[in-house]
């Protein structure tokens, strides 16, 4: 489902230039889930945007089913985005004027479903917040807003779900129930998964554990490095 060919991105900081990505290459298969590990500032979420068509790279290419995304229009982009992919994010990103349900509905909305709200009301009962739906997200905890989030993500069945620190903002438990849900949730729809963390714990229960070093990747043991979590 998706190729990465020699890519490679980095920015300038003054005169000087910081390599993020150096001729990186990488396939992953429908229906794999993929952590990706690192230190922080190693690029995990520069790479999570470019294979979201939401950055572009300085060389190389992103395929998603055989479509190379630097040779796509913005609007193409978004529709790509807006039909196959969902993305969680490590600050929820929720819109604070909307209620729960009206978060999860708005891919279908955008989309012009008129289901949007049947759907996402079932949606958010699979994530335990059936109860919440007309609360918005200052009313909600953390690990309640980021159900919403995941909701949103899953609610279009998306071919690629991204996921950046899916638990960064949450404490040890309420992460763990997170991503025990995100995990659950994309081995029932069988979507393709591509998560960031820092939790070594969390990405040994995916089938692929690869780091980012230097603007590289590399595979590495899925078995939890204790003093790295």
Sequence with gaps: MIRLDRLSMHYS??????????????????GERVAIAGPSGTGKTSLLLLLAGLERP???????????LEKMGRDQLADLR?????????????????????????????AGRRDARERARAMLDRVG?????????GQLSGGEQQRVAIARALVHEPKLVLADEPTGNLDDRTGAAIGELLLH?????????????????????CDRVLRLTEGRLS????VPETHDA
């Excluded at 300085?58 to 190379?68: K, L, N, Q, T």
């Design 13 to 30: 900081l003054g005169t000087t230039r910081i390599d993020i990505l150096r001729e990186v290459d990488l396939l992953i298969a429908g």
């Design 58 to 68: 300085a060389a190389g290419s992103v395929f998603f089913d055989g479509r190379a």
């Design 82 to 110: 807006r039909d196959h992919m969902g993305i969680v994010f490590q600050s929820f990103h929720l819109v604070p004027s909307l209620s729960a349900l009206d978060n999860a509905a708005l891919p279908l909305e955008i």
């Design 129 to 137: 917040l059936g109860a919440r739906l007309g609360h918005y997200p």
């Design 185 to 205: 949730l994309n081995a029932e729809t069988n979507t393709t998964l591509v998560l960031v963390t820092h939790d070594l714990r969390f990405a040994a229960r």
């Design 219 to 222: 595979e590495q043991s899925p």
